[in-house]
């Protein structure tokens, strides 16, 4: 059973930095993307990054140059470092993991949510 739980959420500044964590449990697919997604209410979700098997990473422009994804295959951590946060980065942040085979993944696997609020 696949289980993704993020940890580091919470309420900042704007400006400030929040790191967010996702370990991966039970995940051994090595072939597919895994990624941070967000939601706010009223919107729909998000792709806020990704970071595929080959370690390419893409981001949405909205946060381009201000996160930065990471991952560790070995461990099955993801990490979203978020730098000079704004108000508008305020949402429910979501690990997601994808799975499929023959070259095709998709979006399975997701956490919990871990909120982030940053204020003016």
């Known amino acids: 059973q696949v289980q993704l739980v993020e940890s580091g959420g919470g309420s900042v500044q704007a400006g400030g930095s929040l790191k967010l964590s996702c370990v991966a449990s039970g995940y051994s697919n090595k072939r597919c993307p895994m990624g941070w997604y967000r939601r706010t209410p009223g919107k729909e979700r998000e792709l806020v990054s990704m970071?595929?098997?080959?370690?390419?990473?893409n981001y949405a422009d909205s946060v381009k140059g201000r996160f930065t994804i990471s991952q560790d295959r070995d461990t099955n951590t993801l990490t979203l470092q978020m730098n000079s946060l704004k108000t508008e980065d305020t949402a429910v942040y979501y690990c997601?993991?994808?799975?499929?085979?023959?070259?095709?993944?998709?979006?399975?696997?997701w956490g919990q949510g871990t909120q982030v609020t940053v204020s003016s």
């Open positions: 970071v595929s098997a080959a370690g390419t990473t």
């Open positions: 997601a993991a994808a799975d499929g085979n023959n070259g095709i993944c998709s979006w399975r696997y």
